[in-house]
């Protein structure tokens, strides 16, 4: 495998704790649709489109509806979120993340966000994390939501390096899925029942070093 030059980091779950404000705000409008949404369906959501996310929720709900109203739903979902992380600092900064990302630009590697999210901005900004990053690419400039690949292979084009060199870091399937597609090495941040497709799985990025990254990208699993 080619020397790693770079990282590239989902958002929520992996540097920030914002998955908890998109699980509130969903349950709170299946509660208005009239049905349950639950901890274990909201897995289903992680790293997914704010699209794509509606119609899943809907989905377990039964319903189906016509796009002007799934467009004012999910209006209605980012106003409740937006509320949420409107109010964040940096004491929502995931315990080792920013450590993490301060030590890879200390030994010379690039950062990029990598982020369905169209309030990235919003979050790094709120918890000042954004001068961390060498390129970001979240939600508002990307076509396709994950597991299409596109953020990562944006992210790496615009850092100029190889998808080879790259690692990539995510809580969610469908991430892990994109950044394979994307033809990068990704550690899971979360379960290894959940994100066992993942090159490795560490429960936060307070179990990560440098030099642990280096010798994962050149063990035979990477």
């Known amino acids: 495998m080619s020397p790693i030059k770079a990282c590239l980091f989902d958002l929520d779950g992996v540097l920030v704790d914002t998955a908890k404000y998109h699980y509130l705000a969903w349950q709170r409008l299946a509660y208005e649709l009239g049905f349950e949404f639950t901890e274990q369906d909201n897995e289903k959501l992680k790293g997914v489109s704010r699209m794509a996310s509606l119609d899943i929720l809907l989905s377990i709900g039964g319903l189906s509806l016509d796009e002007s109203i799934k467009n004012e739903l999910a209006t209605r979902k980012n106003d409740w979120y937006f509320q949420s992380i409107s109010t964040m600092d940096h004491s929502e900064i995931l315990s080792g993340a920013l450590e993490f990302v301060k030590e890879c630009r200390d030994h010379g590697l690039k950062i990029a966000l990598g982020s369905a999210s169209k ?104």
């Open 119 to 222: 309030n990235a901005m919003t979050i790094l900004n709120n918890t000042g994390l954004t001068p961390y990053f060498d390129v970001i690419i979240d939600g508002t400039r990307t076509a396709s939501a994950k597991p299409d690949p596109e953020v990562f292979i944006l992210g790496a084009a615009e850092l100029g390096v190889l998808p080879e060199q790259c690692v990539v870091f995510e809580d969610a399937e469908a991430g892990i899925e994109a950044a394979r597609r994307a033809g990068m090495a990704c550690v899971g941040i979360g379960s290894p029942q959940t994100l066992g497709s993942a090159d490795f799985v560490i429960p936060s990025l307070q179990n990560m070093s440098v030099d642990r990254l280096q010798e994962l990208t050149t063990d035979s699993c990477m």
